[in-house]
């Protein structure tokens, strides 16, 4: 099976930053189409953040537009996220996707971000 292990999260200040990261493994025997980033807070639905095709298309959440960039590595099957001017409102846990040529979904465990002072 694909598996997808993130790293990055971590606690910090209203307007710091951290970079996210996620990297597809395992048995990946057909190509990785979208991956992305999702959110979920406590007591709210998830929610995406922002992904990006296999072609490079992007799409991004309104509330994270100039400040959130995703970037991806096709040849390493890796996708990030740069989260700059982060803020209260950001904190969630952070949950990697990905989807194949199957239209099989992937998810990573989730990774705590949490923005406080």
């Known amino acids: 099976q694909v598996q997808l292990v993130e790293s990055g999260g971590g606690l910090v200040q209203p307007g710091g930053s951290l970079r996210l990261s996620c990297a597809a493994s395992?048995?990946?025997?057909?190509?990785?189409?979208?991956m992305g980033w999702y959110r979920q807070a406590p007591g709210k639905q998830r929610e995406l953040v922002a992904l990006?095709?296999?072609?490079?298309?992007?799409k991004n959440a309104d509330s994270v537009k100039g400040r959130f960039t995703i970037s991806r590595d096709n040849t390493k099957n890796t996708v990030s996220l740069q989260m700059n001017s982060l803020n209260v409102e950001d904190t969630a846990v952070y949950y990697c996707h990905a989807d194949d040529q199957r239209g099989r979904d992937y998810w990573g465990q989730g990774t705590q971000v949490t923005v406080s002072s």
């Open positions: 395992g048995s990946i025997f057909f190509s990785i189409n979208d």
């Open positions: 990006v095709t296999s072609g490079g298309t992007t």
